[in-house]
């Protein structure tokens, strides 16, 4: 059975700086991706980034692209997202997920596993 368990939220100023961590066990894929969603109080849960874990190959989405980076520590089965600049709208919760294969996807239904969530607030 595959975990993700995600670390790392927490309350930041605009312009700060925060890094989230997942870390994932059981894995029984030859090949896998991981990713990132967000989910805002009051609208519909978003794909951020995803990267695939055989040759860290990575894509974000528009409203992300520049400030944030997705990052993977093979040794550590890790996945990490960097978030730079932050602003008050990426306020949401972060769910760190994961799906079989080397597609980048970027639909709620695309990927099988997901975390628990971890918090990110953005004060102005």
């Known amino acids: 059975q595959v975990q993700l368990v995600e670390s790392g939220g927490g309350l930041v100023q605009a312009g700060g700086s925060l890094r989230l961590s997942c870390t994932a066990s059981?894995?029984?894929?030859?090949?896998?991706?991981m990713g990132w969603f967000r989910q805002a109080p009051g609208k519909e849960r978003e794909f951020v980034a995803a990267?695939?874990?055989?040759?860290?190959?990575?894509y974000y989405s528009n409203s992300v692209e520049g400030r944030i980076t997705i990052s993977r520590d093979n040794a550590k089965n890790t996945m990490y997202l960097q978030m730079n600049s932050l602003k008050p709208e990426d306020t949401a919760v972060y769910y760190c997920?994961?799906?079989?294969?080397?597609?980048?996807?970027?639909?709620?239904?695309?990927?099988?596993?997901w975390g628990q969530g971890t918090q990110v607030t953005v004060s102005s």
């Open positions: 990267i695939v874990w055989t040759d860290g190959g990575t």
């Open positions: 997920v994961t799906r079989s294969g080397s597609e980048i996807a970027t639909r709620r239904d695309n990927f099988d596993y």
């Open positions: 059981g894995h029984t894929f030859i090949t896998y991706t």
